[in-house]
C-alpha cells in the first residue's frame, strides 16, 4: 500500500469518530435529565410518604391521649387532642412550636390547621368500623386530621407544588373483666377492738365501739351500761323493819358494801382460802383483804328472832353476776347464753384485761367479745350492720369503687369472691355482672369472720380465676383486685403458713399464665406487703399498700383514693 492510501484511510476514520462521541454526549446529557426528573420525583414520594407516617403516628397519639381523658370530661379529651397533635408535629412544624408554651402552640395549631381537624365522641362501632353518637358517656374518641398545601420539593418541575395528607384513628376504652376478692377473716375488725387501744387511740377506738353499738340499734340488756361498769350484787329485801338491806359492789381484790343498819361484822374470804374478819362501822364499807375477794359474810341487820341478819355474796359463782347484771331474766339475743360473755369479761388474761375492764361489764365489752370471740355469722348474723374496722373501710371504699365504674358508664363488668368460705376456701358472692347494685349489697352485707376466722388467701384467688376462665368476654381486659391485712396461714384444712404462701405465688402464676392482671392492697402493718408486691410483679400488676397505725378516717381516705386510681386507670386501644 502506498503512502498516500495510508494517510487517506486515517483521515477518513478520524472523520468517522467526531459525531460518534457527539452522540455520547448528548444521550448522556438526556439520561441525567431523565434521572434527575426521577430522583426529584422519588424524593417527593418518599416525602409524602414520610409526611403521612408523621402524621398517622401523630393523630394516633392525640386519639390515645383523648381517650385516656375522657374520664374526666370531653372537654379535657378535646384539649389533650389539641396538646398532643403539637406534640407530635408533622413536617417542619417543629420550628413553629420550637421553644414556645403548650397553650400558645395549641392557640398557632388552631388558628392555622383546625380546618383540617375533626374529632368525634361516641361508641365504637364494629361492623361500621365507626365512631357513632351514644346517648351516654362515651367510650371512644375519633380523630381525622387533613393538612392541605404540603409543599414539594421538585413538583413544580412536573406541574404540582403541593399535596395533601390524611389520617384518621380511633381510641376506645377496653371493656373490663374486674373480679374483686376480699379478706374476710377475722383480723378484718381488729381496729376495734380493745387490742388497738395503743395503736389507734383509747378514744378513737371507743368512738367507734359505740357506733358500733348504735348501729345494731343500741340495744337494752339488763342493766348494763356502755362503759363497763363494776357489779353490784343485791341482796333479799327486807321483810321485817329490823332487816337490813345490803348490796355488794365487786371490785376484784376490794368489795364494796352499802347496808340500811349497822354491821356486826364482816369476813371476806379471798383467794388463797383465808378469811378476814372487820367490823366496820357506818352503812358504807370498802374492804381490801389482800387478795382476790371470792366470798363475802356480812352481818347486818335482827332476824325476827333477834339473831344477827346474815348476807352471803358468793362471787366464784357466774350466777351472782348475771343476776347482779339483771341477766337472769334476760335472753341472750343470738343462739347461745350470757356465760360467754361473763367469762370474757372475768377472764385473768385476754384483751379485756389488758384494757383494765377485768369483772367489768357494759355493751363496750360485749361489743368486743362478739367481734373477738363470735365474729362468724352463724353466732353474730347481725354485725355486718356494725362499723367493725377496717372491713368498714373496706366495704365503704369497694361501694365507691363500684360507683366510680358506674359513673363511667362503661362496659365494665364486676365480680365478687372472698376468702375464707365456710370450709376454709373461697367462695364466689357474685359472678361477673354489670348489676353493680348487686356487687355493693353483697359486699356490705359480709362481716370480718363472716364465714371462717383464718386466711387463704390463694383460695380467694381461686375463685376470681375460675370465675374469668368460664365467663368473662373474649375481648375484655382480666383483672383480679386483690385485698388482704394479713398472712397467709391457712391451706388444705388447717393451718400453715409456708404452704399457704406458697399456694398464693403458685396462683398468681396461673393467673400470670392467662394474662390476667392482679392488683394487690395490703392493708395495715400485719399485712404480707412483699407477698402481695410478689403478685402484682408476677401478673404485671400494681402494688398499693396502706400503712398500719392509722385512724379508721386516714384508713378510709387512703382506700378511697387506691380504688379512685383503680377505676380510673381503663386500658386503652386502638380500633382504628
Given at each position: 500500500?502506498?503512502?498516500?492510501?495510508?494517510?487517506?484511510?486515517?483521515?477518513?476514520?478520524?472523520?468517522?469518530?467526531?459525531?460518534?462521541?457527539?452522540?455520547?454526549?448528548?444521550?448522556?446529557?438526556?439520561?441525567?435529565?431523565?434521572?434527575?426528573?426521577?430522583?426529584?420525583?422519588?424524593?417527593?414520594?418518599?416525602?409524602?410518604?414520610?409526611?403521612?407516617?408523621?402524621?398517622?403516628?401523630?393523630?394516633?397519639?392525640?386519639?390515645?391521649?383523648?381517650?385516656?381523658?375522657?374520664?374526666?370530661?370531653?372537654?379535657?379529651?378535646?384539649?389533650?387532642?389539641?396538646?398532643?397533635?403539637?406534640?407530635?408535629?408533622?413536617?417542619?412544624?417543629?420550628?413553629?412550636?420550637?421553644?414556645?408554651?403548650?397553650?400558645?402552640?395549641?392557640?398557632?395549631?388552631?388558628?392555622?390547621?383546625?380546618?383540617?381537624?375533626?374529632?368525634?365522641?361516641?361508641?365504637?362501632?364494629?361492623?361500621?368500623?365507626?365512631?357513632?353518637?351514644?346517648?351516654r358517656q362515651p367510650s371512644t374518641v375519633g380523630v381525622t386530621m387533613r393538612y392541605d398545601n404540603m409543599p414539594f420539593f421538585f413538583g413544580s418541575l412536573l406541574g404540582r407544588d403541593t399535596f395533601s395528607i390524611e389520617a384518621r384513628s380511633a381510641a376506645?376504652?377496653?371493656?373490663?373483666?374486674?373480679?374483686?376478692?376480699?379478706?374476710?377473716?377475722?383480723?378484718?375488725?381488729?381496729?376495734?377492738?380493745?387490742?388497738?387501744?395503743?395503736?389507734?387511740?383509747?378514744?378513737?377506738?371507743?368512738?367507734?365501739?359505740?357506733?358500733?353499738?348504735?348501729?345494731?340499734?343500741?340495744?337494752?340488756?339488763?342493766?348494763?351500761?356502755?362503759?363497763?361498769?363494776?357489779?353490784?350484787?343485791?341482796?333479799?329485801?327486807?321483810?321485817?323493819?329490823?332487816?337490813?338491806?345490803?348490796?355488794?359492789?365487786?371490785?376484784?381484790?376490794?368489795?364494796?358494801?352499802?347496808?340500811?343498819?349497822?354491821?356486826?361484822?364482816?369476813?371476806?374470804?379471798?383467794?388463797?382460802?383465808?378469811?378476814?374478819?372487820?367490823?366496820?362501822?357506818?352503812?358504807?364499807?370498802?374492804?381490801?383483804?389482800?387478795?382476790?375477794?371470792?366470798?363475802?359474810?356480812?352481818?347486818?341487820?335482827?332476824?325476827?328472832?333477834?339473831?344477827?341478819?346474815?348476807?352471803?355474796?358468793?362471787?366464784?359463782?357466774?350466777?351472782?353476776?348475771?343476776?347482779?347484771?339483771?341477766?337472769?331474766?334476760?335472753?341472750?339475743?343470738?343462739?347461745?347464753?350470757?356465760?360467754?360473755?361473763?367469762?370474757?369479761?372475768?377472764?385473768?388474761?385476754?384483751?379485756?384485761?389488758?384494757?383494765?375492764?377485768?369483772?367489768?361489764?357494759?355493751?363496750?365489752?360485749?361489743?368486743?367479745?362478739?367481734?373477738?370471740?363470735?365474729?362468724?355469722?352463724?353466732?353474730?348474723?347481725?354485725?355486718?350492720?356494725?362499723?367493725?374496722?377496717?372491713?368498714?373501710?373496706?366495704?365503704?371504699?369497694?361501694?365507691?369503687?363500684?360507683?366510680?365504674?358506674?359513673?363511667?358508664?362503661?362496659?365494665?363488668?364486676?365480680?365478687?369472691?372472698?376468702?375464707?368460705?365456710?370450709?376454709?376456701?373461697?367462695?364466689?358472692?357474685?359472678?361477673?355482672?354489670?348489676?353493680?347494685?348487686?356487687?355493693?349489697?353483697?359486699?356490705?352485707?359480709?362481716?370480718?369472720?363472716?364465714?371462717?376466722?383464718?386466711?387463704?388467701?390463694?383460695?380467694?384467688?381461686?375463685?376470681?380465676?375460675?370465675?374469668?376462665?368460664a365467663r368473662a368476654r373474649p375481648g375484655a381486659f382480666k383483672m383480679i383486685v386483690l385485698l388482704t391485712d394479713g398472712v397467709a396461714n391457712w391451706h388444705n384444712g388447717g393451718v400453715n403458713s409456708g404452704a399457704a404462701r406458697d399456694a398464693v405465688i403458685?396462683?398468681?402464676?396461673?393467673?400470670?399464665?392467662?394474662?390476667?392482671?392482679?392488683?394487690?392492697?395490703?392493708?395495715?402493718?400485719?399485712?404480707?406487703?412483699?407477698?402481695?408486691?410478689?403478685?402484682?410483679?408476677?401478673?404485671?400488676?400494681?402494688?398499693?399498700?396502706?400503712?398500719?397505725?392509722?385512724?379508721?378516717?386516714?384508713?378510709?381516705?387512703?382506700?378511697?383514693?387506691?380504688?379512685?386510681?383503680?377505676?380510673?386507670?381503663?386500658?386503652?386501644?386502638?380500633?382504628?
Amino acid at each position: 500500500m502506498s503512502r498516500q492510501s495510508a494517510t487517506n484511510e486515517e483521515d477518513m476514520s478520524c472523520v468517522r469518530s467526531v459525531p460518534r462521541r457527539g452522540v455520547i454526549i448528548v444521550l448522556a446529557a438526556v439520561l441525567m435529565i431523565v434521572m434527575m426528573a426521577m430522583l426529584a420525583f422519588s424524593i417527593d414520594v418518599g416525602y409524602m410518604y414520610t409526611m403521612q407516617s408523621q402524621l398517622q403516628r401523630s393523630v394516633d397519639a392525640a386519639t390515645l391521649a383523648g381517650a385516656g381523658s375522657l374520664i374526666d370530661g370531653q372537654d379535657a379529651a378535646t384539649d389533650a387532642v389539641h396538646e398532643y397533635l403539637v406534640r407530635n408535629p408533622v413536617g417542619t412544624q417543629w420550628k413553629e412550636y420550637d421553644n414556645q408554651p403548650v397553650p400558645d402552640s395549641v392557640a398557632h395549631f388552631m388558628t392555622n390547621y383546625s380546618q383540617g381537624l375533626e374529632v368525634k365522641y361516641g361508641d365504637w362501632d364494629e361492623s361500621a368500623q365507626d365512631v357513632v353518637p351514644t346517648g351516654r358517656q362515651p367510650s371512644t374518641v375519633g380523630v381525622t386530621m387533613r393538612y392541605d398545601n404540603m409543599p414539594f420539593f421538585f413538583g413544580s418541575l412536573l406541574g404540582r407544588d403541593t399535596f395533601s395528607i390524611e389520617a384518621r384513628s380511633a381510641a376506645s376504652y377496653q371493656p373490663r373483666d374486674i373480679m374483686v376478692v376480699l379478706d374476710l377473716s377475722g383480723s378484718m375488725n381488729d381496729d376495734s377492738e380493745f387490742s388497738a387501744f395503743n395503736k389507734l387511740g383509747v378514744a378513737s377506738v371507743t368512738a367507734n365501739q359505740l357506733q358500733i353499738y348504735q348501729d345494731l340499734g343500741s340495744p337494752t340488756y339488763g342493766n348494763l351500761e356502755f362503759t363497763p361498769q363494776w357489779a353490784t350484787a343485791e341482796g333479799p329485801a327486807p321483810q321485817t323493819s329490823e332487816q337490813a338491806k345490803v348490796s355488794a359492789t365487786y371490785q376484784y381484790s376490794t368489795v364494796v358494801l352499802n347496808s340500811t343498819k349497822a354491821y356486826e361484822r364482816v369476813r371476806v374470804r379471798r383467794s388463797d382460802g383465808n378469811i378476814v374478819t372487820y367490823y366496820p362501822s357506818g352503812l358504807e364499807a370498802s374492804f381490801t383483804p389482800g387478795g382476790q375477794v371470792r366470798e363475802v359474810w356480812a352481818y347486818s341487820g335482827k332476824n325476827p328472832d333477834h339473831s344477827d341478819q346474815l348476807h352471803y355474796f358468793d362471787f366464784t359463782n357466774r350466777n351472782t353476776f348475771r343476776d347482779a347484771l339483771g341477766l337472769d331474766d334476760t335472753p341472750y339475743p343470738y343462739s347461745g347464753n350470757w356465760n360467754g360473755y361473763l367469762d370474757f369479761c372475768m377472764s385473768s388474761g385476754g384483751q379485756n384485761k389488758n384494757a383494765g375492764f377485768r369483772y367489768k361489764f357494759g355493751y363496750q365489752n360485749l361489743i368486743v367479745y362478739w367481734l373477738d370471740k363470735k365474729s362468724l355469722h352463724s353466732q353474730m348474723p347481725d354485725m355486718w350492720k356494725g362499723s367493725a374496722q377496717p372491713i368498714t373501710a373496706v366495704k365503704n371504699s369497694v361501694d365507691l369503687f363500684v360507683h366510680f365504674i358506674e359513673e363511667s358508664e362503661s362496659d365494665d363488668q364486676m365480680g365478687l369472691a372472698v376468702y375464707n368460705g365456710p370450709d376454709g376456701e373461697g367462695i364466689l358472692e357474685s359472678t361477673l355482672t354489670d348489676n353493680y347494685g348487686f356487687i355493693t349489697a353483697q359486699s356490705n352485707h359480709r362481716q370480718a369472720g363472716h364465714y371462717h376466722n383464718y386466711t387463704n388467701i390463694a383460695a380467694g384467688m381461686k375463685e376470681a380465676r375460675d370465675e374469668l376462665d368460664a365467663r368473662a368476654r373474649p375481648g375484655a381486659f382480666k383483672m383480679i383486685v386483690l385485698l388482704t391485712d394479713g398472712v397467709a396461714n391457712w391451706h388444705n384444712g388447717g393451718v400453715n403458713s409456708g404452704a399457704a404462701r406458697d399456694a398464693v405465688i403458685h396462683e398468681a402464676y396461673l393467673s400470670a399464665d392467662r394474662g390476667y392482671v392482679i392488683v394487690t392492697i395490703s392493708l395495715g402493718a400485719g399485712a404480707d406487703k412483699n407477698l402481695m408486691q410478689q403478685v402484682a410483679d408476677i401478673t404485671s400488676g400494681s402494688h398499693f399498700n396502706i400503712p398500719g397505725g392509722q385512724t379508721v378516717e386516714e384508713y378510709a381516705e387512703d382506700l378511697t383514693e387506691v380504688f379512685q386510681k383503680i377505676a380510673a386507670h381503663r386500658p386503652l386501644r386502638l380500633v382504628q
